[in-house]
């Protein structure tokens, strides 16, 4: 794993792939900090490319970050480990403050992908 990385829900134009799998495993609160907590220990960068304030503030909260708003867009690296952050029940056009029980976690990673045509 070279970094870990907080995505929004599974954006396609960040897999350059013609073809790819992806495993995706919902996760607790618990068990993401855990995946994080084990990234630190072993000096893994974590970045984040999530634009919503609100979030962003309580995934730092949650899991001791010091992650930024970013509307920049992510395109997947080799040995990215992905946390997909979502909210359970979306809500378009409206600032909200994001709760813990308002997310909607998992983790995913690339687990075979193919550029060409065939």
């Known amino acids: 794993m070279k970094r870990v990385v907080f995505i929004p829900p ?4 960040a ?3 013609k073809r790819f799998a992806m ?7 618990d ?10 220990k ?3 960068p974590i ?3 999530i634009r919503h304030e609100s979030t962003v503030r309580l995934l730092n909260q949650l899991f001791g970050l ?9 395109k997947h690296g080799e040995g990215d480990a992905l946390i997909v952050v979502g909210l359970k029940k979306p809500v378009r056009g409206q600032e909200i403050e994001v709760k ?7 983790i995913a990673a690339i687990v075979a992908s193919e550029t060409s045509s065939g």
């Open 47 to 49: 970045v984040g490319y």
């Open 10 to 13: 599974l954006p396609l134009n």
């Open 100 to 106: 813990p029980e308002d997310l909607d976690l998992a």
């Open 66 to 74: 010091d992650l930024k708003p970013s509307s920049e867009l992510y």
């Open 23 to 29: 495993y995706i495993e919902r996760k607790s609160i």
């Open 15 to 17: 897999f350059p792939y």
């Open 31 to 40: 068990e993401v900090r855990e995946f994080v907590e084990s990234a630190k």
């Open 42 to 44: 072993l000096g893994i």
